[in-house]
């Protein structure tokens, strides 16, 4: 049921809304609304159990095993959450004086400084307020630089086909062609192809490494090489920062600059679809290039650059000045962990991809790399299931949903058949890890002898399969009082 | 070790399975002259305890003056039920509803928050969300220059916010798009209809009408819709939602209605927080649904022939399209929209309008008792709603400064963003507002006027 239809004509919370009338006076009338728009009339009892209940509709990371590859589902302290939300910190206005922000304004600082340490960046702008505006962000400053320098003549970004599809989308926002270059049979770039791609056409390369196919770039310095040879520069991706935090820094790996999605490896949440935080960092020389504004500090007081200290930057990327209360989160997790407990989150969310790929390729499953370690993640091809029972991985996923798992990321990357990219995260135990293997293989058991079960699941979710095409050709994104 | 469930047992047994000799094995792929020594920006890890000890003392550095800014984030009453329900763990640590059937919550939600807000707006379509109202206003200038085809230019009145302004710059320049500013008529503070005239009969993508304009005043929806018609050319409403309570909705304005409404959803439930996280909003007509941006939810059926909801029209997307998407963005503002239907569904019709209302009152009693000091007017003459220009006899930023030392945050200053108007600010009265406090406004207005 819509809380629409939980509506009832003249019902309404006396508590929740001022006492004052609800009639403008000095407004003229061809100026207001004259028709009713479509807002429940509903008691707080009845809106507080609505949304209570469509909550536990969901599967959630405080639920459910979440091994969405490529997304990072570890676990949200609830202390970042409490903490981000002390009174001060939501109360003050953004164009109130820095003076009345000082604390807030601290944390950012702190925190620009930690993600410059483990990044190995000269610089970072907390602004971005998603991982793709991060990317927008970063290719803005590369061409800025290039733009700067008089060198007009490079139109093109580099992409490999494995990348998010984020990254070809921003190229093109950012006024770029894209360019995109094959991976070779063990995951790695193809050199000779990025070789005949890069010339003096190249802005840029794109590159998240470890790569969506859940392995290290083991290239990485000669393709740094060929780019800046050419007179480009290199993006990281840090969609999958998590695989490597505290063990390889992006700007030894000769990284121009990078955004982090602090709601990945920095365990804000994902609420749903967002919000996210993409901080970007960068080299010295895209330094004059960073998005506003970027906290200072001087003489213990703290204040936001502005254009004048950078007349060079990429601008505003909203009115204000980002997701603050994300950063807080994040802020609040990276002093938890310090730098030790930052080390060892590359190291457990390795041992835990790894051990669950040893395991499911011992117990018969296709791995895609089995000659490669896993990063942070890995891919399982269930195309041999499909050829002999004609299950799918997406019924895989689905019947997964049946025995309490949420589903790992399907058919991304597009390059392996059938496949699941599964990321466990450093925060999942053993015994998870454990009853994930089984119920992947009670399901593969379920393919070969009641394979209608698997077809039609989940059966115990509160929506079975549902009618996407249907979806798409009857467009319904809005609920309309019945005739 | 935080948020390591492993014992030292489950490592070796882990290992042993892998086959590994130790956890630093599983890198050895990575070239070693690439492995990072130490940290060193970072201390040691805090507990629970000291962390909080660290946040509650940052916190208190943090003042709370009595706020009377607006220019484009208000304080509201959020219902004490809003934040409860939305930082339950099923909502607040949930992925993106990618897998339907464990999502119905979210997605449900989603398409609520979409009915609402395409009813507030009068239009007939709206998706999951977009980052701020800032980066929604450069959204909805690629979109509507996505659908005109011909023009890459867009007016862009300067009665919109100088910051949204600057966002759209930064975003929309890099794909050759012209924005051209109009002018505002200095008696009214709102558009200046003789100057678009100048524009008529070139070739436009899109005009913006903010309603109400960055400086509280109400413009004339109808005649700069009417006019961009005219032009060929699509009207981008740039609209406050809660105001949406009390004026006519952007899909009523002139014969047509607009065609994109966008804005910032920040006073349906986000709290100011410095300035995020808040949530941008974009509705549009059914026919320009396939050029929007973002993540869109609709209602179909499952299996079984039950109601259920799903992701759609993904076709537009990046993670489908690629280099061929409408925007590259993915990640939204999913829990600021979660936040904001509960927001509306506890308000419900009748409490948004009296929080409009009561915004509009205020600010008005706000002007008359300021503009009774000597030397302080109002500046402009159009009708406004919760927010106005005052003119002080002397330095804008001098008089917020004493104010600040006051305890009152007394606007917003004009001065560097439009010097042609002297020493003004933008000031905000919402609901929250007492008589009480509007008289220490005025008596700290007094003080440093003095």
């Known amino acids: ?483 | 070790m935080p948020f390591i469930p492993h014992t030292e047992q489950d490592i070796q047994s882990m290992l042993a399975s892998i086959g590994a000799k130790n956890i630093d094995a599983l890198f050895d792929e990575i070239p070693a002259a690439l492995k990072s020594g130490k940290l060193t920006a970072i201390g040691d890890g805090l507990n629970e305890m000291q962390v909080t000890r660290l946040m509650r003392e940052r916190a208190a550095q943090d003042s709370q003056p009595l706020n009377f800014i607006g220019a484009g984030a208000y304080e509201h009453h959020i219902p004490a039920a809003v934040w409860d329900i939305a930082t339950r763990g099923e909502y607040y640590t949930a992925y993106t509803p990618y897998q339907a059937e464990a999502s119905q919550g979210t997605l449900q939600t989603l398409y609520e928050y979409q009915t609402m807000i395409a009813s507030l707006t009068g239009m007939d379509a709206s998706n999951a969300s977009l980052y701020d109202g800032a980066s929604a206003l450069a959204e909805a200038i690629l979109m509507a220059v996505r659908a005109h085809k011909t023009s890459r230019r867009v007016l862009l009145p300067a009665t919109v916010s100088p910051l949204y302004r600057s966002v759209a710059r930064s975003i929309v320049k890099l794909q050759n798009i012209e924005l051209v500013e109009i002018p505002f008529d200095i008696a009214t503070g709102t558009t200046d209809l003789a100057a678009l005239q100048q524009h008529a009969g070139s070739d436009i993508a899109a005009l913006v009408i903010p309603q109400p304009n960055f400086f509280g005043a109400l413009e004339d929806v109808d005649a700069l819709t009417a006019w961009a018609h005219a032009q060929g050319a699509l009207a981008i409403a740039l609209v406050n939602p809660l105001t949406l309570a009390l004026l006519k909705a952007p899909g009523q304005w002139a014969e047509k209605g607009a065609d994109i409404a966008v804005g910032d959803g920040q006073p349906l439930g986000a709290p100011l927080s410095s300035g995020g996280p808040y949530f941008g909003f974009m509705c549009c007509k059914q026919a320009l649904v396939r050029q929007m941006p973002g993540r869109i939810i609709g209602r179909t059926v499952d299996l079984d022939g039950k109601q259920g909801f799903t992701l759609t029209l993904q076709a537009r997307e990046q993670h489908i399209r690629r280099a061929k998407a409408t925007s590259n963005i993915c990640s939204n503002q999913g829990l600021m929209v979660t936040a904001a239907t509960i927001h509306m569904a506890l308000l419900g019709m009748d409490g948004l309008r009296r929080a409009a209302a009561a915004s509009h009152t205020n600010t008005q009693a706000l002007t008359v008792q300021a503009s009774g000091m000597q030397g302080v007017k109002r500046l402009f003459s159009a009708p406004h709603f919760h927010e106005v220009v005052l003119h002080l006899p002397e330095s804008s930023a001098k008089v917020l400064e004493s104010m600040a030392g006051q305890g009152i945050s007394g606007g917003y200053d004009l001065q560097p963003h439009y010097p042609q108007l002297g020493n003004a600010i933008l000031v905000c009265a919402t609901e929250t507002k007492t008589s009480e406090d509007l008289q220490r406004y005025v008596a700290a207005l007094r003080h440093a006027l003095h």
């Not at chain 1, 000779?192 to 969506?212: C, E, H, I, K, V």
């Not at chain 1, 030894?252 to 990945?264: A, E, R, S, T």
Request: hydrophobic share 40%; aromatic share 6%; proline share 7%.
């Open chain 1, 1 to 483: 049921m819509l809380i629409f239809e939980r509506s009832h004509p003249g019902r309404r919370n006396a508590a929740q809304a001022p006492h004052h009338s609800a009639a403008a006076s000095g407004i003229p009338a061809a100026l207001l609304r004259q028709d009713q728009p479509l807002l429940p009339e509903a008691s707080e009892m009845d809106v507080v159990r609505h949304y209570t209940r469509l909550s536990q509709k969901n599967f959630s990371i405080d639920t459910h095993f979440y091994p969405l590859g490529s997304c990072t589902m570890k676990y949200n302290p609830r202390a970042c959450n409490t903490l981000a939300m002390l009174p001060n910190f939501l109360a003050r206005h953004p164009l109130a004086p820095e003076a009345t922000g000082q604390g807030m304004l601290a944390c950012l600082y702190d925190l620009q400084e930690i993600l410059k340490d483990v990044t190995g960046m000269a610089g970072v702008s907390l602004m971005p307020m998603a991982g793709a505006q991060g990317e927008f962000a970063g290719i803005a400053m590369i061409r800025a630089y290039h733009e700067a320098r008089g060198d007009t003549a490079r139109t093109e970004i580099i992409v490999p086909d494995a990348a998010h599809g984020t990254n070809p989308a921003t190229a093109v926002m950012c006024g770029y062609t894209v360019k995109e270059i094959p991976t070779d049979a063990n995951g790695d770039v193809d050199l000779d192809a990025l070789r005949a791609a890069t010339g003096p056409q190249t802005a840029g390369l794109m590159l998240t490494n470890p790569s969506t196919l859940g392995v290290f770039e083991k290239q990485i310095q000669a393709i740094q090489k060929i780019v800046h040879d050419a007179g480009g520069l290199l993006y990281y991706d840090g969609a999958n920062l998590n695989a490597i935090l505290g063990k390889v820094k992006p700007g030894d790996m000769g990284f121009d600059v990078i955004h982090m999605n602090l709601h990945k490896t920095f365990s804000t949440p994902h609420g749903g679809g967002g919000p996210g935080a993409g901080a970007v960092g960068v080299a010295q020389r895209l330094l004059p290039f960073l998005p506003l504004p970027v906290v200072a500090k001087q003489d213990e007081t703290y204040r936001y650059l502005t254009e004048k200290d950078l007349p060079q930057s990429i601008g505003h990327l909203s009115a204000f000045s980002g997701n603050i209360g994300i950063l807080l989160r994040a802020y609040v997790y990276a002093r938890m962990l310090g730098a030790e407990g930052m080390h060892r989150v590359a190291e457990f969310a390795t041992l835990n991809a790894n051990y669950l790929m040893a395991e499911l390729h011992k117990a018969g499953f296709t791995v895609a790399f089995p000659q490669r370690r896993a990063s942070h993640e890995f891919i399982v091809s269930m195309k041999p299931l499909k050829d002999a029972t004609g299950i799918s991985a997406m019924d895989v996923a689905k019947r997964l949903l049946d025995k309490g798992f949420h589903p790992p990321t399907t058919y991304f990357p597009m390059l392996v058949p059938e496949c699941l990219l599964i990321e466990p995260t450093e925060t999942e135990s053993k015994e998870t890890l454990d009853a994930f293997v089984a119920a992947l293989k009670e399901i593969r058991d379920e393919a070969h002898a009641t394979p209608e079960l698997v077809k039609g699941a989940p059966h115990t979710m509160p929506a079975r399969r549902l009618d996407d095409v249907k979806a798409a050709r009857e467009l319904d994104l809005a609920w309309k009082t019945p005739a």
